[in-house]
């Protein structure tokens, strides 16, 4: 019996093993797009709708898409110095930003000043191919190249709109331009509105794409940022991911003077990073000038024959230059440094008096590990 529910227990672990969980009930393992979908959707770049389901035939609003695209470029956090205006959104609107971000990376051409937007409108295969396409680095091709390239696939050639015909080339040549499986001849059907599940590989296929080849502007805000300052010691990167791990020492500058002798603990403090945290090569984890804030921990006062005092930081937060607030645990013990005969001296007499005056550096040691986009400096809680 034994010897039968092993067996039932294995073939149940096999089960979980080869058949993946998906995340919706209305997308199945069968579902063309079933692989983009969950992975853009562990990403965050998708979501369902309040009951659940995914509703992979459902259309896509012109806001809605400019809002995913980013974000499965990883740009949500840029700032747009120089916004431009329409019609019909102002800052109020939800997507307005995501908007704005889709107009600065040229993944969306810019109309004249004043012309609406239409955020509503559903995004059609064309905006949503082309948006794709705009995101990366090409080589050019001629009309005559791009209706030669798709007409050996498409049964609709001749019906691309004229400005979308080069984008279209672009997109079959990279393997880029989706289409639902058929039987039948494949059809572009640029007019048509796309789907979510479409609009779900469109942006897997930017993603990949964009690792490799990404416009000029993404490639520069894609590219981890270097610089000079403090080397953390065995932080570590992934990707373009970088961490300060738990145990490291990172320095800190306080605003405000703090004493074993006359602050209280539970007072508030902030302080600063001195210089940038960088990792061995250079990368920037924290910014210089981004604000830590604590409390007092532990303050006694030294006393002769009694004690030598004890001044103790605990740091919750870390605010970064992208005035993003994040839990920043860390812990800072002050000590003086002694020499031989000192040691001796609060070693029998105690009465140390312990001090920190603003401006001056002190020493962290981080208890949690933060994790860093070093392409952007924003921290992934």
Not at 3 to 13: D, E, F, G, R, T
Not at 132 to 159: G, P, Y
Not at 215 to 242: H, I
Not at 320 to 348: H, L, P, S, Y
Request: hydrophobic share 40%; glycine share 6%.
């Amino acid at each position: 019996m034994k010897n039968v529910l092993k067996l039932l227990l294995s073939a149940l672990i096999t089960l979980n093993i080869v058949i993946p969980v998906f995340a919706y009930p209305d997308v199945d393992s069968t579902h063309w797009a079933a692989k983009q979908i969950e992975e853009l959707t562990e990403k965050g770049v998708i979501v369902g709708y309040p009951d659940g389901t995914f509703q992979p035939d459902e259309n896509v609003s012109r806001a809605e898409f400019a809002s995913m695209a980013i974000k499965a470029l990883g740009q949500e956090h840029t700032t747009v110095a120089q916004p431009v205006t329409f019609t019909d959104i102002d800052t109020s609107f939800w997507a307005y930003d995501a908007i704005q971000k889709a107009l600065y990376f040229d993944l969306i051409s810019c109309p004249p000043q004043g012309e609406p937007f239409r955020p509503e409108d559903t995004v059609t295969r064309a905006e949503s191919i082309s948006v794709a396409v705009n995101a990366l680095t090409t080589e050019q091709i001629s009309d005559l190249k791009a209706r030669e390239v798709l007409s050996k696939k498409f049964a609709d050639t001749n019906e691309v709109p004229q400005w979308f015909l080069i984008p279209a080339g672009k997109a079959e040549i990279l393997n880029m331009l989706v289409t639902i499986p058929s039987e039948d001849k494949a059809r572009i059907e640029a007019d048509r509105p796309a789907t979510r599940a479409e609009v779900t590989a469109i942006l897997y296929n930017m993603m990949e794409q964009a690792k490799l080849n990404p416009n000029a502007k993404l490639a520069e805000a894609m590219r981890k940022k270097t610089g000079e300052g403090y080397v953390v010691e065995n932080a570590f990167v992934q990707g373009s991911v970088g961490t300060i791990p738990a145990g490291a020492i990172v320095p800190i500058k306080l605003t405000k003077y703090v004493s074993s002798q006359s602050s209280q603990s539970g007072e508030m403090y902030i302080a600063s990073a001195p210089q940038n945290y960088i990792t061995k090569d250079k990368y920037i984890l924290v910014s210089a000038g981004s604000n830590l804030k604590g409390q007092l921990l532990d303050v006694r006062s030294g006393k002769w024959f009694v004690r030598n005092g004890v001044l103790v930081l605990d740091n919750a937060l870390l605010t970064t230059n992208n005035d993003q607030t994040v839990g920043f645990q860390g812990v800072t013990e002050i000590t003086k440094q002694r020499n031989w005969f000192m040691k001796i001296v609060r070693a029998t007499l105690k009465g140390e008096k312990l001090n920190v005056t603003p401006d001056e550096v002190i020493y962290m040691k981080v208890l949690k590990p933060i994790k860093v986009d070093l392409t952007n400096g924003w921290v992934i809680e």
